[in-house]
């Protein structure tokens, strides 16, 4: 983390997470918004929709500041290296981009918003199909540790440049994770990608939105950081 000055990583991680929640969000818009041309077009579109927001994200914010883009993979990094002197800044700014993205996708959906009939959350947000928090939340530790395994044991953002492939497979990882363990709650995996759009949800003046949850909204976060700081450890004792 060191390798990167305080403005570039402010810079990348900003510019990084805005434009992931934009590309991540707007596919969640698309594919749910009445009067959309995408609407309905399923888990599929979702998934790949979050996977090609995390290729490029990652290939736009890679060399301001190794693309963490998710305070648990800046958890996990700092846990393995022993270097925590950037993370409040990394996470700092991977929240403010999630909020300026978020914000983004209003403004381009914004007439399928303004004749919204329906909750919005989940454009935004994560939710649980089955509401159990314990559950929920080890879903969501699971999740994170396979993405911040990935992450740490390929080499990415260890100081090390990143190369085209390594972000190709993280975010083909992000692909996997989301088919495979993202049905129980959509699978934040990354507590800046929920917490941001859910702020920014509980402020927008779209009609008929329903509620923001935040009851709820420990878990997504909670989870994630925890994931990452398991992976951590667990790529520290391993290797």
Same mark, same amino acid.
């Given at each position: 983390?060191?390798?990167?000055?305080?403005?570039?990583?402010?810079?990348?991680?900003?510019?990084?997470?805005?434009?992931?929640?934009?590309?991540?969000?707007g596919?969640?818009?698309?594919?749910?918004?009445?009067?959309?041309?995408?609407?309905n077009?399923?888990?599929l579109?979702?998934?790949?929709g979050?996977?090609?927001?995390?290729?490029?994200?990652?290939?736009?914010?890679?060399a301001?500041?190794?693309?963490?883009?998710?305070?648990? &993979?800046?958890?996990?990094?700092? &846990?393995?290296?022993?270097?925590?002197?950037?993370?409040p800044?990394?996470?700092?700014?991977?929240?403010?981009?999630?909020?300026i993205?978020?914000f983004l &996708?209003?403004v381009?959906?914004?007439?399928?918003?303004?004749?919204?009939?329906?909750?919005?959350?989940g454009?935004?947000?994560?939710?649980?199909?089955?509401?159990?928090?314990?559950?929920?939340?080890?879903?969501e530790?699971?999740g994170?540790?396979?993405?911040?395994?990935?992450?740490l044991?390929?080499?990415?953002?260890?100081?090390k440049?990143l190369?085209?492939?390594?972000?190709?497979?993280?975010a083909?990882?992000?692909?996997?994770?989301g088919?495979?363990?993202?049905g129980?709650?959509?699978?934040?995996?990354?507590?800046?990608?929920?917490?941001?759009?859910?702020? &920014?949800?509980?402020?927008?003046?779209?009609?008929?939105?329903?509620?923001?949850?935040?009851?709820?909204?420990?878990?997504?976060?909670?989870?994630?950081?925890?994931?990452?700081?398991?992976?951590?450890?667990l790529?520290?004792?391993?290797f």
């Amino acid at each position: 983390m060191s390798a990167f000055s305080n403005g570039d990583i402010f810079v990348g991680e900003t510019l990084g997470t805005a434009a992931l929640i934009l590309l991540g969000g707007g596919v969640c818009a698309a594919v749910t918004l009445k009067k959309s041309k995408a609407q309905n077009a399923g888990w599929l579109a979702i998934t790949f929709g979050w996977g090609f927001a995390v290729l490029v994200a990652a290939y736009m914010s890679a060399a301001k500041s190794g693309a963490h883009l998710n305070p648990a &993979v800046t958890l996990a990094l700092a &846990v393995k290296s022993g270097d925590w002197s950037h993370v409040p800044l990394y996470i700092g700014s991977q929240l403010l981009g999630a909020i300026i993205g978020a914000f983004l &996708v209003w403004v381009v959906y914004l007439g399928q918003f303004q004749a919204n009939e329906e909750p919005t959350l989940g454009i935004f947000s994560t939710g649980p199909e089955i509401r159990n928090p314990i559950q929920n939340l080890l879903t969501e530790i699971i999740g994170t540790m396979v993405l911040c395994m990935l992450i740490l044991t390929s080499g990415l953002t260890l100081g090390k440049e990143l190369s085209g492939m390594g972000i190709l497979i993280t975010a083909l990882t992000v692909v996997g994770i989301g088919l495979s363990l993202g049905g129980p709650t959509g699978y934040a995996i990354n507590p800046a990608r929920d917490l941001g759009p859910r702020i &920014v949800h509980s402020l927008l003046p779209i009609p008929n939105k329903g509620t923001s949850d935040w009851s709820y909204a420990w878990i997504p976060v909670a989870g994630p950081a925890i994931g990452g700081l398991l992976a951590g450890l667990l790529d520290k004792a391993l290797f």
